[in-house]
């Protein structure tokens, strides 16, 4: 079983800066990192989707609204995903979900709890 938790959100007001994380425990069967990672937010009467991702290779992809803004990282010893974000706006106000694939052919995904991030201005 694997259990992923995020911290590190809060309140922050805009243009602020804040740094997620996400903790791996139990066994990935692929290894961390090997079958790539992300981040997915969901924002109150909105659907949940893709923020960040990452692959074994190190090659991130962004969605277009965060790019510039926000880094995703990962320390794959330590087993710990990253997501700085900066430049805050009020639209980031969403819960931020960390995920883990695996599996064969990498299919299945692994979530975490959520952690929450509120923007005021």
């Known amino acids: 079983q694997v259990t992923l938790v995020e911290s590190g959100g809060g309140s922050v007001q805009t243009g602020g800066s804040l740094k997620l994380s996400c903790a791996a425990s139990?066994?990935?069967?692929?290894?961390?990192?090997?079958?790539?990672m992300g981040w997915y937010r969901q924002a109150p009467g909105k659907e949940r989707g893709l923020v960040s991702s990452?692959?074994?290779?190190?090659?991130?992809e962004y969605v277009e609204s965060v790019k510039g803004r926000f880094t995703i990282s990962q320390d794959t010893v330590k087993k710990l995903l990253y997501l700085e974000s900066n430049s805050l706006k009020a639209d980031d106000t969403a819960v931020y979900y960390c995920?883990?694939?695996?599996?064969?052919?990498?299919?299945?995904?692994?979530w975490g709890q959520g952690t929450q991030v509120t923007l005021s201005s």
């Open positions: 139990g066994y990935i069967f692929s290894g961390f990192g090997s079958c790539g």
């Open positions: 995920t883990v694939s695996d599996g064969f052919k990498c299919r299945r995904k692994y």
């Open positions: 990452i692959i074994s290779d190190g090659a991130t």
